[in-house]
């Protein structure tokens, strides 16, 4: 592949090796219990796959953006709800640590994060709409030395697990409805008293990505654990969440090559008169040509997008392009590989329904496919695409 190289390699090769020997194994089982893959996040944490563009002096590997990739599409393949909470964790909590903690905060936290000792989730979305951060009700006060915190978030991942929430509070008297300004980001231990944390919810997809709600009654935390510029950290979120949706390219490339090389198994080796499916029958061939065509346009655009990227040059409307295109290709690619298997499809046991479990949840996770189109319809209009 054009985008491969030595380090890369290197580093595909680990990932390879922890995906067969220990998250394969496991990625039924998660399934079915719905339970946090903590035992993995950890490992991933010890094989550097946490803080892979991390800088060095923070733990990480300081390695690019498409690595970044090539260690979740790998991942993705066999057990998407583990990038996930690795997204979660990494992208949008620790993008927003990185973008905007002091070096103090920086080396309490993202260091452990960086290697898995701590895990971090992420708080913006509320009950009134993800992307309707003017309506958010979340309100952080400040009270002599700490702030204090009241108001609820919802559908956030690694709850309950998480050791630290990075959470957007309204800290003005209303958030301008264009510029956002008014929200700030803070960061909360869990234990903290007047943190509540709900139940994980039982979803169609993504079962194990500990999702729920987070609930805070006067909840004082330390005046010094605000996280960047009061009021202002819209520009961090804006970048945080690009790299969260630039992310579900590659996550969704696994999710599709998974069901895909189910499809195709299958396919080869169940027999009708003596034929095997592929054989026998020209749809057949021709869905699993077109799924094939489909996984390998998403590849070509995920790549030259992370290329963009790690040479600074990626727009903005390409960045969100990935999430839409990827939850596209995986939830069509997951549907026919189910109808690809029959009835033994539709059965839990069999394994590849998940696939398309998983990529239904693409579409509206991190923020809705039609609130992207809506962005992206912006930036054509401001020839900025
Ligand atoms: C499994 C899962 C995990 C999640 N994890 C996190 C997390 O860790 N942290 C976090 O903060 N949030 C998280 N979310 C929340 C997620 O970001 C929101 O669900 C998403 O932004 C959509 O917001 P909503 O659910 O409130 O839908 P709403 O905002 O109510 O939207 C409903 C529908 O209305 C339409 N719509 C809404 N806004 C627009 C718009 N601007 N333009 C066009 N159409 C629009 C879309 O069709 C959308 O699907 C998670 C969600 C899920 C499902």
Redesign the pocket.
Known sequence: MWYLNEEREAILRTVREFVATEVAPQAMEIDASNEFPLALFKRAGELGLLGVSVPEEFGGLGGDQTTHALVYEEIAKALPVLT?AMG?HSL?AGGLLEMLGTVEQKKQYLVPAAAGEIIM????????????QVEFQTRAVLDGDEWVLDGG??????IGVADLYVV?AVTADHVDPVTKAGLSAFLVPAGTPGLGIGKP?H?L??HG?A?GSLSFTGCRIPKENLLGPLGGCLQAMFVSATAEFLSCGPVSLGIAEGAYQMALAYSLEREQQGLALFDRFQVTRHKLARMWGEIESLRALVYSTYAERDRGELCLATGRLLKVKGAEVSEYVGREAIQLFGGVGTVVDTGVERFWRDAK?M?????????????IAGLIKRKLA
Do not use: F, R
């Not at 989730?121 to 309707?132: L, M, P």
């Not at 978030?153 to 690694?158: E, R, Y």
């Not at 809705?368 to 189109?373: D, F, G, I, K, P």
């Open positions: 996930v979660a949008l989730a992420c708080g913006s979305t509320e009950a009134v709409g993800g992307d309707n978030k919802v559908l956030i991942c690694n957007i919810e979803k997809g993504w990505s999702t949840v579409a509206i996770g991190g923020a809705s496919v039609e609130a992207l189109q809506d962005v």
